[in-house]
């Protein structure tokens, strides 16, 4: 798996957009970007995935940079529950190992 | 919804002893993985499998060896178990081709060795 770095903490208002970098300089043309979060005593879970284009769901938007080296995830009203520890990992799925670093955690002040 | 089932939420148990973690999935991915994490550590990789029978190491596999009899089930295992595995075990599944959703993590295992 490629790399990934990012900051190991960061706070947010309530209310306002949480805006989470990654960089993964690394990363291989057929490696996508997952974002998942971890909100505590419980397991990892999924929030949203790009390979290039920026993508939304209901709960967050993905915007990947052009030369797919650092992409930033939006939470775009942050509110408490959004308090969690971020994970940014680049995979191709398939028979790969996934592997997580240490995330950032994330404050949403009231 | 797609869930991964860990058997013990915590599990206490003395340096020595055999001790079996076990996880089941029930959305017939191919994909399992065992991960411990500590404080400061993030999640670290101990083993996974893509298949039944079927083991590869991860980052930190020392002390630790696993089982996949079944493709729903798998099983860490500590063979004698120490104090600095005392940590919080989370088992994941996902499938084996693109994972357009990414991978499912169960709620985890706190274990402490005493």
């Known amino acids: 798996d490629a790399k990934t770095t990012q900051p190991p903490s960061m706070d947010c208002a309530e209310g306002r957009a949480a805006n989470l970098p990654c960089n993964h300089s690394?990363?291989?043309?057929?490696?996508?970007v997952y974002w998942y979060r971890q909100i505590h005593s419980q397991g990892p879970q999924y929030i949203i995935h790009?390979?290039?284009n920026n993508e939304t769901n209901e709960m967050a938007s993905l915007i990947i940079t052009e030369d797919r080296k650092s992409s930033t995830l939006i939470l775009p009203h942050a509110t408490l529950r959004d308090t969690a520890v971020y994970y940014c990992?680049?995979?191709?799925?398939?028979?790969?190992?996934?592997?997580f670093g240490t995330g950032t955690k994330l404050q949403v002040i009231p | 919804d797609v869930k991964v089932t860990q058997s013990s939420r915590y599990l206490v148990k003395r340096t020595g002893e055999k001790v079996f973690l076990e996880c089941v999935q029930d959305?017939?991915?191919?994909?399992m993985f065992w991960y411990r994490q500590d404080p400061g550590l993030g999640l670290r990789l101990i083993y996974f499998?893509?298949?039944?029978?079927?083991?590869e190491k991860g980052d930190i596999p020392e002390g630790y060896s696993v089982s996949r009899e079944k493709k729903e089930r798998f099983s860490l295992i500590l063979e004698s178990a120490s104090t600095n595995q005392t940590s919080m075990y989370l088992c994941?599944?996902?499938?084996?081709?693109?994972?357009?959703?990414?991978?499912?993590f169960g709620s985890g295992t706190r274990l402490t060795v005493v």
């Open positions: 499998s893509y298949d039944v029978k079927m083991k």
């Open positions: 790009g390979l290039k």
């Open positions: 990992i680049v995979h191709s799925g398939g028979y790969q190992k996934v592997t």
């Open positions: 690394t990363i291989s043309g057929n490696e996508y």
């Open positions: 994941a599944s996902g499938y084996g081709q693109r994972d357009w959703h990414g991978y499912t």
């Open positions: 959305m017939d991915h191919e994909n």
